[in-house]
């Protein structure tokens, strides 16, 4: 078998993609990052390149963990930390990882088809992409897609899916080449590969495809997000498209028996009680409002009869809503300074703040408590919060405050 003459390593895949056993032999030992590595004479081992991850496999009994080229096309085939390399000149065996190849494959192929029908369907350009089985990322110069266009989309890959069309990956000459309709332009000058999905899709190529699209299984559009200024698609393909579908299906099936509906019906049922919960914290915050009037005016009454304009509380319990809500109430009182605190498993959470006609300094004052007793807290100089550890005596911290 003669493989296609490219730079560096002649690459075995290119004359037969679906090829996962061959015989070399040993030219050079390297140096991959901090792992010995093997250079042969020819590789059907594909390198980490083009966004698509390197094969995985063996030679000879040892395991090749990654396989990168470096810059004049020489394919390096890293074995593990350790390994004892067979000499130079010595023929080994290469076995291909069977399952990480088939799926980069249906994954690149997937790509392909997911970049075309996102041209077809949005008029996006795929800027980059990087194809891994716990997630691929296909990165479009477009500034949003809305979820009637995703559909869409994942529906002309579907179909291109179930329609099994061949898919020709080949060296054309190159008067050939510039009469193609390629999707985008070749990032090299010679031995230009192309990959033909049946007429779905034509691009300059030379990663690993599956040899018909019925191979790719499934492509699932798992998320959409914002990227540097440009659209990133998060997508599986293959087994791992199926295993994440398969995972929702059994997430909403939980949700339906929680809820006791079908699993068309689970969003509704997560509406209603969405506005429920809504609903009940309303009512919540209007019980702790009244809660907050009543204490808050008790408070000032004692603190005016006492002479003062410092109030302190230690509550048990209590999340910081509530000290908010009792703090928001006690500081519409002008001049007045608010100490506030609640014991909780964790230590005590405190707030401090003042009303308008104050000068005191809230977040500086808090800031050295925290200091003084290994806790962290801070603020403006109106308000401030914090944490304190629980074995604090907050009545005494306050106490030793001047007025």
């Given amino acids: ?49 083009g966004g698509q991850p390197g094969d995985a496999g063996e030679l000879s009994g040892l395991a090749v963990e990654d396989t990168r080229c470096d810059d004049a096309g020489v394919v390096l085939h890293a074995l593990s930390v350790g390994s004892e390399l067979p000499p130079v000149g010595s023929a080994v065996r290469g076995i291909i990882d069977r399952d990480r190849r088939r799926l980069h494959a249906a994954l690149h ?3 392909h088809m997911l970049s075309r029908a996102m041209v077809d369907e949005a008029g996006a350009e795929t800027v980059s992409s990087r194809l891994s089985g716990a997630g691929s990322t296909l990165d479009l110069d477009v500034a949003s897609l809305d979820e009637r266009v995703l559909a869409r989309v994942e529906r002309r890959v579907a179909r291109a899916i179930e329609d099994d069309l061949a898919v020709r990956q080949w060296f054309p000459e190159p008067e050939e080449v510039a009469s193609l309709p390629l999707r985008r332009a070749p990032k090299v000058t010679e031995n230009i590969r192309v990959v033909d999905i049946g007429g779905f899709d034509l691009s300059p190529c030379g990663g690993t495809h599956c040899a018909r699209t019925a191979l790719v299984g499934a492509l699932h559009i798992t998320g959409v997000e914002r990227f540097k200024g440009k659209t990133r698609v998060n997508f599986l393909a293959g087994r791992a498209a199926l295993d994440e579908l398969r995972a929702r299906s059994s997430s909403l099936a939980e949700l339906g028996a929680l809820f006791t509906c079908g699993l068309h019906d689970v969003r509704a049922a997560v509406e209603r009680l969405r506005s429920e919960l809504q609903s009940t914290r309303d009512a919540l915050g209007d019980v702790r409002a009244r809660w907050a009037e009543g204490v808050a005016d008790r408070l000032l009454r004692e603190a005016s009869a006492a002479g003062s304009s410092r109030v302190a509380l230690a509550l048990e319990g209590e999340g910081v809503e509530t000290l908010r809500a009792l703090g928001q109430r006690l500081t519409a009182r002008e001049g007045v300074v608010a100490f506030l605190a609640s014991r909780v498993d964790d230590g005590l959470l405190v707030l401090v703040a003042r009303g308008s006609g104050s000068g005191f300094d809230c977040g500086a004052w808090l800031k050295r408590a925290a200091a003084a007793h290994q ?15 629980g074995h604090v005596d907050w009545a005494a911290l306050v106490a030793a405050t001047a007025e």
Avoid: I, K
Wanted: aromatic share 8%.
């Fill in 375 to 389: 806790g962290r807290g801070g603020g403006r100089p109106e308000r401030a919060e914090g944490r304190l550890p």
């Fill in 1 to 49: 078998m003669v493989a296609h003459a490219t730079p560096g390593t002649p690459r075995l895949y290119f004359d037969d993609p679906a090829l996962l056993a061959f015989e070399a032999t040993v030219v050079a030992h390297a140096r991959l990052d901090d792992r010995p590595a093997l250079v042969l004479d020819r590789t059907a081992f594909y390198p980490d390149s």
């Fill in 109 to 111: 192929t997937g790509q």
